[in-house]
């Protein structure tokens, strides 16, 4: 299987809308990417500690 390479602004609007309450399975449904590499953008990008945004 080919890998797929998502560009930041993809990373970026999907990490928002799950911020914002979107779940990762309809994320994952609405922009055909695997959950699971949206989970681990999730962990890539951790929060800023004192504004709570995701740093990219």
Do not use: C, H
């Amino acid at each position: 299987m080919i890998a797929k390479k998502y560009n930041q602004e993809t990373k970026e609007l999907s990490l928002q809308l799950n911020e914002q309450g979107q779940s990762v399975p309809s994320l994952a449904r609405e922009y055909g990417i695997s959950g699971a590499t949206i989970f681990n953008w999730k962990k890539e990008y951790t929060p800023d500690k004192e504004t709570g945004k995701i740093i990219f």
